[in-house]
């Protein structure tokens, strides 16, 4: 185990993360098929609720299909990183990156989903882009689906509610890895998989309004159960083709704390964690643990295996736990659900002894180190942190500097907690900060919730030259990766 309990190993991978529909842009270009997040329109701050940008329907893919709505797609335009691919690798190389964490956009590689033979043009992009990052010896972490459901899966199958679309899943990891074997060895399979309880639609391609007979959270958790046994599936092929691979579960970690020592609360932040680490469980100990079986029967919700998929999840778990980590949450059985956009957990209320960021999430450093001890003493595997950062309204001051101060701060307090757990004895692999260029955000698609150490001249309505420029944080950074995280 290459640990040391004071600071981060020598091979500590730090770097960027990234997801192709929010940086790419091209969504038609070269053969590329739709994909569910290309549809998300941009919703003005004020006319939203949570977090989410929009619950998806049926009539509303259908009006889009037709041009009937002329809302805008950010997530359709990106940062243009299809184009600017090599500008931006040569910034992150600037930085010092050890790792560079994108996704492959499924849609690219079989435009809709079910293709017999995938897309030429789509393979050799990202090959090109591989190529660019091994000249400067930046490991590629890849996501395999990152939100990005081609959307004629969605229209043919209603996404992954339909087990056939395993079966399209394995095709497309298949052939990306017999195609990158020689470049990418650190996979991921879905992107904050527990998503899909939240949005089924974001997390799995899924118009829940064509299912009238069954509710939310039954079809999220039968649309689940198929990404677990698909990428139990992945993983046994990353491993047969690609020797060293290791494939990796990515979750979006709600770490949750009781309000109040009253034993109801300990008993809600208890039952909330268990909801989000089930995911986990799953990918990391390859069974369903027996807490969730309580939770389904109060629930109503019958999950249906087919034979062979216990033992499929069983022989196949994953190499290491990825997570992403924002904030944490707190719930109490004696107060008011807070409405806010971080509080995806039911009955989540403010921390009082956190602040927030300009849009509600609850800044929790300490947190982190929670949730990777507990992680670490659940699991025993090696983790990777591969998501974390601050999204903030910037400024650019005549001279065309941006003093991101509070990004710095939050990232190194986060860094710190990070040291802190590996004094606590955890094997962490490596830090993909978020959003390293400033892109389209996942559950707003605005850019002016920028989390960039470069930063991108557009804004929400498209407008702007793209012109990339440094941040104060671009240089706090490179003498971050460059000390090893010693100098914060
Ligand atoms: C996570 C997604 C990322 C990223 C991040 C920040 O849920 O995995 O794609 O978007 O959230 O969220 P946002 O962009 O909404 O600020």
Known sequence: MSKTINGFNEHFLWGGATAANQVEGAFDEDGKGLSTADMVPFIPKEKRGLGFAIDVNSQYIQDVLAEKTNDIYPKRFGINFYHTYKEDIALFAELGFKVFRLSINWSRIFPNGDDEQPNEAGLQFYENVFKELKKY?????????????????????????????????????????NRYK?????????????????????????LIDQIPEKNSD?????????????????????????????????????????????????????????????????HAKGQYPDYMNRYFAENDIIVEKADGDDEILKNHPVDFISFSYYMSISVTTHGENDETAGNLVKGAVKNQYLESSDWGWQIDPKGLRVTLRDFYNRY????????????????????????????????????????????????????????????????????????????????????????????????WYQNVIATNGEDL
């Open 182 to 206: 020689d470049y990418v060895k650190y996979w991921l399979t879905f992107n904050e998989i527990n998503v899909i309880t939240h949005s089924p639609y974001t997390g799995g391609g899924i």
């Open 137 to 177: 010896n930046i490991e590629p972490l890849v996501t395999l689906s990152h939100y990005e459901t081609p959307l004629g899966l969605t229209l043919k199958y209603n996404g992954w509610y339909n087990r056939k679309v395993i079966q399209y899943f394995t095709r497309y990891a298949e052939t990306v890895f």
């Open 218 to 282: 039954q079809i999220a958790y039968q649309a689940v159960h198929h990404q677990f046994v698909a990428s139990a599936l992945a993983t046994k092929l990353a491993h047969e083709i690609i020797p060293d691979a290791k494939v990796g579960c990515m979750l979006a970690r709600m770490q949750t704390y009781p309000v109040t020592n009253h034993p109801d609360d300990i008993i809600k932040a208890q039952e909330q964690n268990d909801l989000n680490l089930f995911f986990t469980d799953v």
């Open 380 to 475: 025993g595997k090696p983790l990777f942190i591969v998501e974390n950062g601050l999204g903030a309204y910037d400024h650019v001051e005549e001279d065309g500097s941006i003093h991101d101060h509070y990004r710095i701060d939050y990232l190194k307090k986060h860094i710190e907690q990070m040291k802190e757990a590996v004094k606590d004895g955890v094997d962490l692999m490596g830090y993909t900060a978020w959003g390293p260029i400033d892109l389209v955000s996942f559950s707003t698609s605005e850019m002016s919730k920028r989390y960039g150490f470069i930063y991108v001249d557009q804004d929400d309505y498209g407008n702007g030259t793209l012109k990339r420029s440094k941040k104060d944080s671009f240089s």
